[in-house]
């Protein structure tokens, strides 16, 4: 007889059931694709559809962090006023000459900081993350109309414009190539690490996890620290893609990274989900933004279609297994 | 002993709210004039009907994010029937805006009774799917103060006994869900499902259902809002109380409304909504930017919270908090 091997996870059923969803979302968005080549002529257009990656890069890298968050049963809805606080600091610094690489630095450090905010009110004191980070969402944004009020910050060195603006290799921008890293990270550090196996169990059964020896709040706090240092470098990105600062930046960004990652398949209640899945969430999100821009649809319509995915794509196998039963 | 409890908590709130009016006084006496205060409180009181709505969603464990987007769909619904047929009876509008309110809020209910599907999702969804409906039904365009008629206008700026009619409405609506969650089985089905789903389904009630009536209540009163919101300001058009919904949430948190569910009272939301507003109508008396409103609001919010958690906080399970901070 042969040792038997024991599974460290649950083979058949979740793994069937998450690999069915990411295939779903996956020919929704092949489906687009083609809809779109079909609906316009300037689709199929290489620089075009470069162009139409910057409509889910920034979003996307928040979204990767905010997956594992979720799946850990926290949210971050702060993380579009950290992207406005970190903007407003990297401008405030910019006007007196700060280099690119300081300005690099300054805002990954608010991200960070403004993390670890949400973390200590969290982890520390165990006030419920909702209401936490909807009160930070208030105060960080408050902080940079308090700096900024009805003015702009402009006046970026020329050097920091790379990060929003550049390109690596032909069509393919920094910022692309970023994602495309940062998935790659977040992917290995979620499916292959025991760290990422953690943040399932916690997910799953906080207390149960807890007397297993894994440190929940270390484990939370190290979480909402990555969610600010993504925010951080989505503003660098953002900041230096649009040259300049205003308080209102990122305006409900939260919930369009939220409405990535739950269409992706992480559940909201925590203790599933996958990267994959927010990855091709993404380019859900911006390929259908980009086709409807393409036929010169209104942005609040876009914004019906995408409210509508996020409810369908989780209503219709609920009204599809209350079918077969 | 509960409900002692939560009488000294908004015992607190009350006399933050006074400590607040006595640092205002001190810069700008005038404010705490009785005049001024009904203005004050005329001003809040779309906040604190809707308040008063998120409330009983968030006592049923839930949350409504797509009141705003209600409020204005149904604002612009209203209006835009005004300007096709102004002839209209008032008490037709004021139903519309209710119906259409409480259909809203009823689909939201369903999809959480009968789908399963998490509230924050759905009402996200229904969010921008509100709002985008507004854009299409309008196409972006405004309604304006003169394509309305005065009757239409007039009616929540009406004076009653020294007070205007939608001041008088925040009061009935205060006065009716008082009674209705003390004194009604579906009242204390609210607090019951929030408090213990699992002891509420034992006792034979519905949780899904209770939930289903929290989001048409919340519905009904956005759509209620919806009318008198833009007969007020004369005005309808796609981003009216854009971004609204996170002050209810804030009006109810302050309030010492438990995100957890089942703790709260009529009397938090509402001293929540008027702590805001006190700070919102304050600001520019005392010299203050109001581009302060935003991160005082949000320091409330976070301090207001830290407060009623410590609050809750004495009774427990001791073995798992030692297992949680070694010593």
């Known amino acids: 007889m042969t040792a038997r091997i024991i599974p460290d996870r649950l083979q058949s059923p979740l793994q069937r059931r998450l690999k069915s969803w990411e295939t779903l979302l996956l020919a929704v968005a092949v ?253 859900v999100m911006g390929l259908v933004t980009f086709g409807l821009g393409l036929l010169n649809v209104p942005g609040i319509v876009m914004s019906i279609v995408i409210g509508a995915l996020l409810i369908g794509v989780i209503a219709l196998p609920r009204i599809w297994a209350m079918r077969r039963l | 002993m509960i409900k002692t409890f939560l009488r000294a908590r908004e015992a607190i709130l009350a006399g933050a709210i006074l400590l607040l009016l006595a640092l205002i006084a001190i810069r700008f006496a005038g404010f705490i004039a009785p005049a001024n205060l009904a203005n004050v409180f005329n001003d809040t009181a779309p906040l604190i009907i809707l308040a008063i709505g998120q409330m009983i969603v968030i006592l049923t464990r839930c949350i409504d994010l797509s009141v705003a987007a209600n409020l204005a769909l149904t604002g612009m619904v209203v209006a835009m029937m005004n300007v096709a047929a102004p002839g209209l009876p008032l008490i037709f509008t004021i139903t519309v805006a209710i119906g259409l309110g409480t259909t809203l809020g009823m689909f939201n209910g369903l999809m959480v009774w009968k789908l399963g599907i998490p509230p924050i999702v759905v009402t996200l969804g229904t969010m921008t799917i509100f709002r985008g409906t507004i854009f299409l039904l309008s196409d972006g365009k405004w309604v304006n103060s003169h394509e309305m008629s005065a009757a239409f206008k007039a009616f929540p700026r009406a004076m009653i006994l020294g007070l205007p009619v939608l001041s008088w409405i925040a009061i009935a609506t205060i006065l009716l869900f008082t009674l209705i969650l003390s004194r009604t089985t579906l009242g204390r089905a609210f607090f019951a499902v929030g408090g213990n789903p699992h002891a509420a389904v034992y006792a034979g009630i519905n949780v899904g259902r209770t939930q289903f009536w929290a989001f048409t209540i919340s519905g009904a009163l956005a759509g209620l809002t919806g009318y008198l919101w833009v007969a007020r300001y004369a005005v309808a058009y796609v981003d009216i109380a854009l971004g609204f919904e996170l002050d209810v949430v804030a009006a109810c948190v302050i309030g010492g409304i438990a995100i957890a569910g089942g703790v709260g009272s009529v009397g938090g939301a509402v001293l929540g909504a008027l702590f805001l507003g006190i700070i919102k109508n304050a600001l520019p008396v005392v010299n203050i930017s109001p581009f302060w409103q935003l991160s005082i609001s949000g320091a409330a919010i976070i301090i207001a919270v830290a407060l009623n958690a410590r609050a809750a906080r004495t009774k427990g399970r001791i073995i798992l908090k030692r297992a949680e901070h070694p010593a």
Not at chain 1, 57 to 84: N, Q, R, Y
């Open chain 1, 31 to 283: 489906a687009i694709f083609i809809f779109n080549s079909f609906a316009s002529e300037y689709f199929l257009n290489a620089w075009n559809l470069s162009d139409a990656t910057f409509n889910f890069t920034e979003k996307a890298m928040i979204a990767f962090a905010m997956a594992l968050l979720i799946i850990a049963g926290e949210i971050d809805l702060s993380v579009a006023a950290i992207i406005a606080l970190a903007s407003t600091a990297m401008g405030a610094a910019a006007q007196i000459g700060a280099s690119p690489s300081v300005l690099v630095l300054i805002g990954l450090g608010t991200g960070l900081a403004c993390g670890a905010f949400n973390a200590v009110l969290v982890t520390v004191m165990g006030l419920p993350s909702i209401v936490v980070t909807i009160g930070t969402m208030s105060l960080f944004r408050g902080i940079s109309y308090i700096v900024l009020g009805d003015t702009a910050y402009g006046g970026y060195p020329a050097g920091f414009a790379f990060f929003g603006q550049g390109y690596v290799w032909w069509v393919i921008s920094f910022e692309f190539v970023l994602f495309a890293i940062l998935a790659v990270i977040f992917g290995v550090l979620l499916h292959l690490t025991s760290f990422g196996r953690t943040v399932y169990a916690i997910g799953n059964n906080p207390t149960g996890a807890l007397f297993s020896g894994i440190r929940v709040a270390r484990v939370k706090f190290i979480l909402f620290l990555l969610t600010g240092l993504m925010s951080g470098i989505a503003a660098i990105c953002l900041t230096s893609r649009l040259g300049s600062t205003r308080p209102s930046i990122a305006f409900g960004m939260e919930l369009e990274v939220v409405t990535m990652v739950v269409l992706g398949g992480v559940s909201i209640l925590g203790g599933s989900g996958s990267i994959p899945g927010v990855v091709i969430a993404a380019f």
